[in-house]
Structure formats: structure tokens, C-alpha cells
């Protein structure tokens, strides 16, 4: 009877043995999973707080950006150049005469491109009650004056209110 629970004994050892073996290497595939998983879960969850993730092909992107930048401000410069040629400074001799209309007043400012929008000029001239005060005569108007400028010097007030 000895030998019969020595050798019980002995299977259940075995058997104990191999269930914690394979219980062991079954939880740590499960950790390793998991770890993955948490891993896609943390770089989801980075990028919700607002951090930023570096992917590999970025250097790529930021090479493309850097040279489109670079293009881009060769153009502005480009067109800076232009627009500074284009800004010549042109007078105008400026004729009001007895009775002329408001419109009749912009329009001729239109033809000569003197004022860019003809809406905010009378808008500025009645906003500031100016519409009663232009004067009949000869002005002397380059194209780089502004809206205020243009306003002053028909009027004859030495300065826009």
C-alpha cells in the first residue's frame, strides 16, 4: 500500500508541476498581448492630449514642406518686386466744377484709379459729413494718397476728420 500512495503522490506532483508550467507561459503571452494592445491604446490616447507622434517617413514630409516654404517665398519676393515697380507715383491735376454730384465727383476719381472702392469713399465722405464741404477748383492728386488724403484736399480742410 506504500508504494501505491508513493506513486499517487508522485502524479500528482507531475501533473501540479505541468499545469503551473503551462499556466505560466499562458499568462505571459496574455502580458505580451495586452502590452501590444496598450501600446496602440497609449499612442491613441498621446495623440488625444494633444502630443505629438514622430512617424518614420517625417523627415520625408518636413523636406517637402521646407522646399514648397522656400518656393513660396521666392514668389512673395518675386511679386514684392513687382508690386514696388507697379507703385510709381502719378499726379493728377483734379478738376471739381460749380455743380458737380457726389457721383459724378467719384466716378471721375474711378476713371483715373485714384480711389480703389467708390462705396467706402462716399461712405468715409458722409460718415464724416464731408459731402457738403467739397469745393469747386483744380487739385493737385498723386495715386498714393489715400482715401483721407483725397477727402482733405477737396474739400480744402486742412485735415480729414
Same mark, same amino acid.
Given at each position: ?50 502630443? @505629438?507622434?514622430? #512617424?518614420?517617413? +517625417? ?8 522646399? *514648397?516654404?522656400? %518656393? /513660396? ?20 491735376? @483734379?478738376?471739381? #466744377?460749380?455743380? +458737380? ?8 476719381? *474711378?476713371?483715373? %484709379? /485714384? ?47
Amino acid at each position: 500500500m506504500k508504494q501505491i500512495v508513493r506513486a499517487f503522490s508522485l502524479g500528482l506532483l507531475t501533473a501540479s508541476l505541468i499545469i503551473g508550467i503551462v499556466y505560466y507561459l499562458a499568462e505571459d503571452r496574455q502580458k505580451d498581448n495586452e502590452t501590444v494592445e496598450d501600446g496602440k491604446d497609449i499612442l491613441t490616447e498621446a495623440q488625444e492630449q494633444g502630443y @505629438f507622434i514622430y #512617424d518614420t517617413d +517625417m523627415e520625408e514630409k518636413i523636406a517637402a514642406l521646407e522646399t *514648397e516654404i522656400a %518656393n /513660396l517665398s521666392e514668389d512673395q519676393t518675386a511679386d514684392q518686386n513687382s508690386d514696388t515697380a507697379d507703385k510709381e507715383v502719378v499726379n493728377f491735376m @483734379f478738376r471739381i #466744377d460749380q455743380g +458737380m454730384k457726389l457721383p459724378q465727383i467719384v466716378d471721375q476719381l *474711378e476713371q483715373y %484709379n /485714384l480711389i480703389d472702392n467708390r462705396n467706402d469713399f462716399i461712405t468715409y465722405l458722409e460718415e464724416n459729413q464731408l459731402t457738403r464741404l467739397i469745393q469747386p477748383g483744380e487739385f493737385l492728386i498723386n495715386n498714393q494718397m489715400s482715401v483721407e488724403e483725397i477727402a482733405a484736399h477737396i474739400t480744402k480742410t486742412t485735415e480729414a476728420e
